[in-house]
């Protein structure tokens, strides 16, 4: 590519968007290895977009969507359970940030970050507390999360988790500015 690079745009995921975003989910899991299980065992879209999620946003490089990230509202359950514990919130008071990925073609341009940052304002915006899971196997994601911030308050092995792997870490991000270690 020569001249300049496209810059990111970060905008509202619309339904028009899912095709292109399964197409992007499936060609960088073979990089990522996110989703854990794959194939899946139900329909990508389904996968994308979920009944729990209460925004959602999409990546944008040039004309094409490289990215994505939601904000879904907390379930009972252990994830609850640890977050609520980690976070000193009832689960109403939390959100998660869910299904961040990006194209395995354009990482390490700030997509990721963009992305994170974004469903972290909103749930900051909405009076919430962040958290996540997240995969352990996937050190750079874990690594980015606790240089921002992000404080594992659990583990678990939630039903999708392949028997060998490490069991997810359960972060939650406090109030106030990042902390680097």
Not at 4 to 28: F, K, M, N, Y
């Amino acid at each position: 590519m020569t001249g300049a690079v496209s810059e990111v745009v970060v905008r509202e995921r619309t339904g028009d968007d899912i095709p292109a975003l399964a197409g992007v989910l499936a060609a960088q899991q073979p990089h990522s290895g996110y989703p854990q299980n794959w194939p899946l065992p139900f329909p990508v879209e389904s996968f994308i977009a979920r009944a729990d999620e209460d925004a959602a946003w999409v990546a944008e490089l040039g004309d094409q969507v490289v990215g994505h990230v939601a904000v879904s509202r907390v379930e009972p359950g252990l994830e609850a359970d640890l977050w609520t514990a980690g976070a000193g919130r009832p689960r109403e008071e939390l959100a998660a940030v869910s299904v961040l990925f990006v194209d395995h073609t354009v990482v390490g341009r700030g997509i990721g970050t963009a992305l994170l940052a974004r469903a972290v304002g909103a749930i900051r915006a909405s009076g919430r507390t962040p958290v996540l899971d997240v995969v352990q196997e996937t050190t750079s994601a874990v690594e980015l999360y606790r240089r921002t911030g992000w404080q594992v308050v659990g583990e678990g092995r939630p039903w999708w988790l392949p028997d060998d792997h490490l069991p997810v870490l359960f972060m939650v991000l406090p109030e106030g500015p990042p902390t680097s270690e």
